[in-house]
């Protein structure tokens, strides 16, 4: 019988790293796949949890919030595409033209979650290339609505979610909880609640953390 791994993914559709980071997990998941099973959540965090339904100007944000150039951001911009091109995640060659509010997102998420964790990772799918690769507009809710019902899941359930409150509890609390653990950057990728690994890694720093976890792993869990 082969171990399982738990799998939390933490992270945040507005994220570009995190879009990078999950694609190379599933190239280590799937280089491991004769050799261990996982279980893979995707848990919840915002970049900018204040983003009003408008949204803003991507270039003005990011210059806004990290200081960045025009010039400097077309740099980063193709670093990300091509790392995204190596694990099978096309940008659009654009980049982002507006950062949006994704807390609907997330609620979405976890509603899947609790559905099938099959539709949860189709999903996150679907969101992270709505948002990077088509550069569609978050604040409208038949954009979320689509990517539900392309996973696989109702989308007039989708649609009854977002025009409530429901889950909006469920996913601060979580939210909460790994900030709580010290989690303030993304992607965050824990294993067996106890193993971190940070950042939108290479497949090979996936394959040789998650390897090397199995073989420290009690041998009657193995």
């Not at 694609?23 to 799937?30: F, K, T």
């Not at 601060?172 to 690994?197: C, F, K, M, T």
Request: aromatic share 8%; glycine share 6%; hydrophobic share 40%.
């Amino acid at each position: 019988m082969k171990p399982t791994l738990k799998i939390d993914f933490v992270s945040d559709v507005a994220c570009p790293w995190c879009a990078v980071g999950l694609g190379a997990l599933q190239q280590a998941l799937q280089r491991t796949q004769d050799d261990f099973d996982v279980t893979l959540h995707f848990q919840p965090f915002e970049l900018n949890p204040a983003m009003g339904p408008e949204g803003q100007d991507a270039s003005e944000h990011l210059t806004e919030k990290y200081g960045s150039t025009p010039e400097q951001q077309v740099q980063i911009r193709e670093r990300i595409r091509a790392r995204g091109a190596e694990v099978g995640f096309t940008f659009n060659p654009q980049g982002r033209a507006r950062v949006w509010n994704t807390f609907d997102a997330h609620r979405l998420l976890h509603w899947a979650g609790l559905e099938d964790a099959a539709k949860q990772l189709a999903l996150k799918q679907a969101l992270l290339q709505a948002y990077h690769g088509r550069s569609e507009n978050f604040s409208e809710s038949q954009v979320l609505v689509a990517c539900a019902a392309s996973a696989g899941l109702d989308g007039a359930r989708a649609q009854a979610i977002l025009d409530s409150d429901e889950f909006a509890l469920d996913v601060r609390e979580r939210e909460h909880l790994y900030q709580r653990s010290g989690i303030h950057s993304v992607p965050a990728v824990i294993i067996n609640d106890q193993h971190l690994i940070s950042g939108g890694q290479p497949a090979e720093v996936f394959e040789q953390a998650l390897r090397e976890i199995v073989a420290e792993m009690p041998f009657q869990l193995r």
